[in-house]
Each structure stands twice: as structure tokens, then as C-alpha cells.
Nanobody, 125 residues
Framework: QVQLVESGGGLVQAGDSLRVSCTVSGRTFSAYGMGWFRQAPGKEREFVAAISWNGITYYADSVKGRFTISRDNAKNTLYLQMNSLEPEDTAVYYC???????????????????WGQGTQVTVSS
């Protein structure tokens, strides 16, 4: 059974930093691309960042230069370091595992088959 468990969300002020983590079990972590998505109230879930099985990273334009995605294959853990946070970053953040081993990353939500339960990130102004 594949499980993704996020942690590290919280309430911060604008300009602060926060790191969220996602620990994966039940899957060969190193063989799968991993990603972060977020969903704000009343909005659709949107792509934030992804990292391929071999370490290539992808970012949404809205977070490029502020957020950094990384992975530790020895710990089966995915990270998202978020700096210079803005109130617009407030959302529930979800980690996801790409559908199928290896291959290229797609930002389309339909290409991600396992999801965590989400962790709330709130940025106050």
C-alpha cells in the first residue's frame, strides 16, 4: 500500500520561510518523480514544483526563485523549502507521486496517482 504523509505546515508571516516534507512508503521512492501541488479555498488544485527520478526540477512561475524542491532517496522523503512567503501562498499543500516509474514529468494533475493528505500553510500579511 502506497502512503504519502506530509508534515511541516503552519502559520507564518509574510517574508518568512517554511519547509514542508513528505515521507513515502510502499513504493520504490527513487524510481518515481515527485511533486508538490497546492489548493487554496475556492480554487482548483495547482502545480507548484516537481522533481524527476533523476533530480531534474520544475517550478510554477509563481514560485520560481522562492521555492526549492529536493529529495532524499535514502530517507524516502521529499521536501519543499519555501522562502519569501506571500499571503498568496496560503493553501493546503499536497505531495504526489508520478504515475509510472521513471519517465518525464507532467504538470497535469491526471499524471499523478498517489497523494498525501495535505498540510496547511497559512501566510499572514
Amino acid at each position: 500500500q502506497v502512503q504519502l504523509v506530509e508534515s511541516g505546515g503552519g502559520l507564518v508571516q509574510a517574508g518568512d520561510s517554511l519547509r514542508v516534507s513528505c515521507t513515502v512508503s510502499g513504493r520504490t521512492f527513487s524510481a518515481y518523480g515527485m511533486g508538490w501541488f497546492r489548493q487554496a479555498p475556492g480554487k482548483e488544485r495547482e502545480f507548484v514544483a516537481a522533481i524527476s527520478w533523476n533530480g531534474i526540477t520544475y517550478y510554477a512561475d509563481s514560485v520560481k526563485g522562492r521555492f526549492t524542491i529536493s529529495r532524499d532517496n535514502a530517507k524516502n522523503t521529499l521536501y519543499l523549502q519555501m522562502n519569501s512567503l506571500e499571503p498568496e501562498d496560503t493553501a493546503v499543500y499536497y505531495c504526489a507521486s508520478k504515475r509510472g516509474m521513471y519517465g518525464v514529468i507532467s504538470r497535469d494533475i491526471r499524471n499523478w496517482d498517489y497523494w498525501g493528505q495535505g498540510t496547511q500553510v497559512t501566510v499572514s500579511s
